[in-house]
């Protein structure tokens, strides 16, 4: 069965350069989430989207930006990287009618950030 | 707001011992309430998952119930093995938004020696 994918797997930059992680879904699925995970610490909720709209903010700093586009697919923006945004991000898919709500996560990708 | 706490860790166990991983949550509304499993390097996997009061959640030999009374969805299972280590995650999922976000506890790392 087809999962979440997420590109690319791993990342390196610098400090203040700009990165853009991208999350296909699962077909079907039309919400997307993107969590942030340090080292050692759970997944913090950054924001989602729902039918291409966001549905929901969470701790999200302003420096990123994100969106889902036509095809469903969502893509992260983080701009003015700091050694504090190394960390793994996960996007998760869901479908918003089913009853179990459950999330199915991508792989992460890992941002290294020198 | 919404939370969940996971019992401290590490949890160190010998092969075929008995496995308990505590969980409590704090929501409001009726939640779902999901165990995910991360293994070295991977992302999040759905373990099982509850959907209300006394529901079972079982796979792969682990279960939880849904304890409403008690706030909690403890993880078991009755012999561990080596291929079990990893990190386990209790979320929970809001009731009433279908796409709602879930809240993590701050894991618990499980290792199994043979």
């Known amino acids: 069965a087809a999962g979440v994918i997420q590109s690319p797997r791993h990342l390196i930059k610098e400090k203040r350069e700009t990165a853009t992680l991208k999350c296909y879904p699962i077909?079907?699925?039309?919400?997307v989430y993107w969590y942030q995970q340090g080292p050692g610490q759970d997944p913090q909720f950054l924001i989602s989207f729902y039918e291409k709209m966001q549905s929901d903010k969470g701790s999200i700093p302003d420096r990123f930006s994100a969106q889902q586009f036509s095809d469903y697919h969502s893509e992260l923006n983080m701009s003015s990287l700091e050694l504090g945004d190394s960390a793994l991000y996960f996007c998760?898919?869901?479908?918003?009618?089913?009853?179990?709500?459950?999330?199915?996560f991508g792989e992460g990708s890992r941002l290294t950030v020198l | 707001g919404n939370s969940v706490t996971q019992m401290e860790g590490p949890v160190t166990l010998s092969e075929e011992a008995f496995l308990t991983i505590n969980c409590t949550y704090t929501a409001t509304g009726y939640p779902s309430l999901f165990w995910y499993v991360q293994y070295p390097g991977e992302g999040l996997q759905l373990l099982l998952k509850a959907t209300k009061a006394d529901d079972k959640g079982s796979n792969k030999g682990f279960e939880a119930t849904y304890r409403k009374e008690t706030t909690s969805f403890h993880l078991e299972k009755g012999s561990v093995q080596v291929s079990d280590s990893a990190v386990y995650f209790c979320?929970?999922?809001?009731?009433?938004?279908?796409?709602?976000?879930?809240?993590f506890g701050q894991g618990t790392i499980l290792t199994v020696h043979p």
């Open positions: 979320a929970l999922k809001s009731g009433g938004t279908s796409y709602g976000k879930l809240t």
């Open positions: 077909p079907r699925h039309d919400t």
């Open positions: 998760a898919s869901s479908l918003a009618g089913a009853r179990t709500g459950e999330l199915f």
